[in-house]
């Protein structure tokens, strides 16, 4: 059991990590905490509930669809709402994107309704490999997100905008003497966080049934993860979602499932008492 437990809690991890990752770069880049990380990865499962079952798209590109339609919802807010208060300061972009959240959650709601929903996929028999119980959903989810992971690592270290984007997270009043465009920068990172909040929620679908909250069942773990890697560190956030997700599954081992959320807000409120920074944000923020 304990086998099947930690191998679940990978998969959770490897799930928590791209809204994570999205998460501490809207912090890194943006310098505000992005409430609204579960409401877009709910429009994410919606859009592409939408391109697979109302219209009949395999799953692939209903999934291309869905980190197009949340790269724009993200776009939207940020024209409409971020930009215009990006000199109001932290907590005030925190409270918008709360207002964005509800809004996106609300809209999901009233266009969808509150009956779950799946996606229209093939049944496939679960593997078992050294008595551990692997299904398809979980090899595709997998394979999915190492492989955004590293190409999003790739853009990072080696493009041009990676390069512009880690300048505005260093010292964005240096970046733009060096002629760094904030504005733009700040608007493709929109563009990369809502594709991968988007991605996130195609993924998200196909381990559970989608429903308006679909987002906010997994906004304190991706905070948690966020948080205990370091804000604004996206090496941090993968391996935060990591032990998060781990140590949610393995709770089970101890205490009823229904509590596992239990684990999240006692993480996020050990490293606000004793380690504000998380584990690898002293390091971040020494680069």
């Given amino acids: 059991m304990a086998a099947q437990l930690f191998f679940n809690g990978l998969v959770t991890g490897l799930l928590l990590a791209l809204p994570a990752l999205a998460l501490t770069l809207v912090f890194g880049v943006l310098k505000f905490a992005n409430f609204a990380v579960g409401a877009m990865l709910t429009l994410g499962a919606y859009a592409a509930w939408v391109a697979n079952v109302q219209l009949g798209m395999p799953l692939t590109a209903a999934a291309a669809i869905a980190a197009v339609v949340v790269a724009g919802a993200g776009l939207l807010a940020d024209q409409l709402a971020f930009e215009k208060l990006r000199l109001r300061g932290s907590i005030t972009l925190l409270v918008a994107s709360m207002g964005v959240s509800l809004v996106i ?4 709601r009233f266009f969808f309704g ?7 996929v093939a049944l496939s028999r679960p593997i078992r490999w050294q008595g551990v119980r ?3 959903e979980q090899i595709t989810i ?3 997100v190492l492989v955004c992971l590293v190409l999003v690592d790739a853009l990072l270290r080696f493009t ?5 984007m880690r300048a505005v997270a260093d010292n964005a009043s240096l970046a733009a003497v060096r002629g760094v465009e904030r504005r733009t920068i700040a608007r493709l990172t929109w563009a990369l966080v809502g594709a991968l909040l988007g991605l996130a929620g195609v993924l998200t679908g196909l381990d559970r049934s989608i429903d308006p909250l679909i987002g906010w069942n997994y906004q304190i773990a991706i905070f948690a993860a966020a948080i205990l890697g370091g804000l604004g560190s996206p090496i941090g ?11 949610e599954e393995m709770s089970a081992l101890v205490i009823p499932t229904n509590y596992r959320q239990v684990v999240s807000f006692a993480v996020i409120l050990a490293l606000l008492l004793f380690r504000a920074n998380g ?3 002293a390091k971040a923020a020494r680069k």
């Fill in 160 to 164: 041009p905008l990676g390069r512009a």
């Fill in 114 to 120: 509150n009956a779950s929903r799946g996606f229209d």
């Fill in 279 to 281: 584990l690898l944000g």
């Fill in 237 to 247: 956030a993968v391996l935060g979602a990591l032990a998060i997700g781990v140590a």
């Fill in 134 to 136: 692997i299904n398809q």
């Fill in 105 to 108: 959650e609300n809209v999901c």
């Fill in 142 to 144: 997998a394979i999915t």
